[in-house]
């Protein structure tokens, strides 16, 4: 019942909110091809990146933002190969606060676990989670756009590679490289599992991805915090990437459809490529090393 009420609660709440709104959400811009997102700069000319206020906004809120975070989470621990007889190792890109590889360690206790991310502060959460599973883990800082990484793990057998919420910030070229050296870090049988964000084909598919997106969130809000809290900081902080004005012009953030990036995991060699899960502009898809 408490669930109906919620969901009601968000229902009437959102419905509202869309009814004061005064314009038509057609921000993005569906040409693919389009470079303005590697030019823009801060306002002393630094490239935008990343802040540790935001992490820790994340860290605080993250629950509420990303939508049905614990199904996706059993999403991604299913798709991953693992046998009791053996140590799989997996490996998380930009781990964030470490609810993800906290939730697989709890299911796969045996598993080893490698937590990347640029952020101190995601690492500290992702520490303090870890902390209370029974897994061998190792925690450290890296940029996923850079090679040094790819290098260091390629002499170890990984069974898994896996990441949620960070693909999307490199560009169509930088994805379909990193898929190329996911590939070759695997050992057969292992799995390259992707939880992101997707671009949108055309404007209608925008429009229902970004209001799933909200409701979603304002969902949870209500849930998880029993108030607005957490859905008035994913509007303040503009996280939907579907219904921010400024979105075309982030330099940060570079979707690309999810036809492209399924083609792309062919492409390279991966097999049994598919989508698992799809909600609110979110998908989970990938594929298995051969």
């Not at 640029?118 to 450290?140: A, C, F, G, R, T």
């Not at 957490?230 to 509007?235: D, L, N, R, S, Y």
Request: charged share 25%; net charge neutral; proline share 5%.
């Amino acid at each position: 019942m408490k669930r109906v009420f919620y969901t009601m609660c968000a229902t009437t709440y959102y419905g509202q909110k869309k009814w004061m709104r005064t314009t038509t959400k057609n921000y993005l811009n569906f040409n693919t091809n389009d470079k303005t997102k590697t030019t823009m700069k801060s306002k002393n000319n630094e490239p935008i990146t990343w802040t540790e206020e935001e992490s820790r906004l994340f860290i605080r809120y993250g629950n509420c933002f990303v939508p049905e975070r614990e199904w996706q989470h059993d999403t991604i621990c299913g798709l991953l190969p693992h046998k009791n007889k053996y140590t799989p190792c997996y490996i998380d890109l930009c781990c964030g606060d470490g609810s993800l590889l906290a939730a697989i360690g709890r299911k796969i206790p045996n598993a080893r676990l490698v937590g990347l991310d640029l952020s101190e502060e995601m690492l500290k959460s992702s520490e303090e989670k870890l902390k209370k599973v029974k897994n061998n883990y190792e925690l450290k800082r890296f940029r996923l756009e850079e090679d040094d990484w790819r290098t260091a793990y390629k002499q170890n057998p990984i069974e898994g590679i896996f990441s949620s919420l960070a693909i999307h910030h490199l560009d169509g070229p930088q994805k379909k490289k990193l898929f190329e050296d996911v590939f070759e870090m695997l050992v057969s049988g292992g799995s390259f599992i992707i939880a992101d964000i997707m671009m949108p084909t055309c404007q209608p598919f925008q429009r229902v991805a970004g209001d799933g997106w909200d409701l979603g969130t304002l969902r949870r809000s209500l849930q998880l915090e029993n108030n607005l809290e957490g859905f008035k900081a994913f509007e303040k902080l503009e996280w939907n990437y579907y219904t921010d004005p400024n979105a075309p012009f982030d330099p940060i953030d570079k979707p690309s459809s999810l036809l492209e990036q399924l083609d792309w995991l062919r492409e390279v060699g991966f097999q049994h490529v598919d989508v698992a899960w799809m909600q609110g502009g979110h998908a989970i898809f990938g594929g298995y090393k051969p």
